[in-house]
């Protein structure tokens, strides 16, 4: 069993640019679940994907954006970077969109805004 | 406005004695409670949960206790030992997501 895989696992960008960072959930989980993770801070929810829909969303821009593949594989796009989006980002998985079960993160995407 | 607060950012413990690490939050809609331990460079790994209708779950060295009225809850590890070194983040669900606290450095010395 894989566990949960992301990709890249280091990045830089410039600001203004756009990135795409990639999941794939552990094998039988449906739900995947984005957090970014600043320096000393704990994981914050950006958003929930469960049958291909986002079903929950945090206080993040509408810059941040995501999507979910029928294989419940996903994407987290970011648009228009700024240096303040330089930060871990954590992707979860788990079995259904209720919460009550553990989530199990990927090692995570280091994306540094230039 | 932080829902889930762990006060301590670090705590340091000899091996074999307990580490308490704990943990605050405001939202009373949450349902379930959770710890993850973080070692650097790899994603946070699940340690132990409780539900919002219980006040106590063990796992082995592992204890949650939830203390409802005080909006608190605990992770007791006893023996501490030298591996349980990490940053330990306490985390709370409400209908699926997910607000977790910036996380307790926890140091067991040999």
């Known amino acids: 069993d894989a566990g949960v895989t992301q990709s890249p696992t280091h990045l830089i960008k410039t600001r203004g640019q756009q990135v795409t960072l990639r999941c794939s959930p552990k094998s039988g989980h449906d739900t995947v679940s984005w957090y970014q993770q600043a320096l000393g801070q704990g994981p914050q929810f950006i958003f929930q994907y469960y049958e291909e829909e986002e079903r929950q969303r945090g206080n993040f821009p509408d810059r941040f954006s995501g999507h979910q593949f029928p294989n419940y594989s996903s994407e987290l796009n970011v648009n228009a970077l700024l240096l303040g989006d330089s930060a871990l980002y954590l992707c979860?998985?788990?079995?259904?969109?209720?919460?009550?079960?553990?989530?199990?993160f990927g090692q995570g995407t280091r994306l540094t805004v230039v | 406005d932080q829902q889930v607060k762990q006060n301590s950012p670090s705590l340091s413990v000899q091996e074999g004695r307990i580490s308490i690490l704990n943990c605050d939050y405001t939202?009373?809609?949450?349902?379930?409670f959770l710890w993850y331990k973080k070692y650097p460079a790899e994603g946070p790994t699940f340690l132990i949960s409780i539900s919002s209708i219980k006040d106590k779950n063990e796992d082995g060295r592992f204890t949650v206790f939830l203390n409802k009225s005080a909006k608190h809850l605990s992770l007791h590890i006893v023996p501490s030992q030298p591996g349980d070194s990490a940053v330990y983040f306490c985390a709370a669900n409400n209908a699926g997501k997910s607000t977790f606290g910036d996380g307790t450095t926890l140091t067991v010395k040999p």
């Open positions: 939202n009373s809609m949450f349902d379930y």
């Open positions: 979860a998985s788990s079995l259904g969109s209720r919460g009550g079960t553990e989530a199990f």
